[in-house]
């Protein structure tokens, strides 16, 4: 409602913003409940019957994709980069990013290609609609479906993997200047927000 008065206000459809003295109140960050275990994750992906199913989850996570940047991958965004592959995101803003895939994945997305033209979806939807585009609700249902055959909160979305790609990307001793590179953020201090998320040590255990 806030951002509703705020539009109206600046667009001049009402000359006063009512909402300018409203405080919201600042949400829960809940960003570590999101935060699977990698053993959760590559569960996830070997219970996966559909082969294009593994992929996307493949993706989301080696890739740290978000939903949107998915779903718009066409084949002429795959291009080759040594042993491996890379795939050019268009993400938030309308900015680019080159996102190097490990070469596993790089090969096994390339060996599902069949016919298709540089112009068409990566990885297509089984209807018809959209130009064979998948839909990111589809996406969120395959997510969803693939946690719950795992034995993991239903809750869970394919931003979660992005949240887990960062997280196990740190704990593994990736920079942080590169996972926000990877991830297309604006600012390095987004990305810090994962340092905090999974602590591997607290002032508190220094007490026992």
Sequence with gaps: MKSLLSFAHRTGLIPVNAAAAVVTPKPK???????LSELEVLTMIALEPCHRNKLILKTFYYAGLRVSELCGLNWEDLTPNGESGQLLIYGKGGKTRV?????????????????????????????????GRLHRVSVTHLVKKAAKRAGISE?????????CHASHALNRGAPIHLLSQTLGHASVATTSKYLHAKPNDSSGLYLI
């Design 155 to 163: 809750k869970t979305s394919a931003h979660w993997l992005r949240h």
């Design 29 to 35: 960050d809940a960003l570590s409940q999101k935060i």
């Design 99 to 131: 996102v190097l895939l490990p070469a596993s994945l790089y090969l096994a997305i390339l060996k599902s290609r069949g016919d298709a033209g540089n112009s068409e979806p990566i990885f297509r939807s089984r209807k018809a609609t959209n130009g």
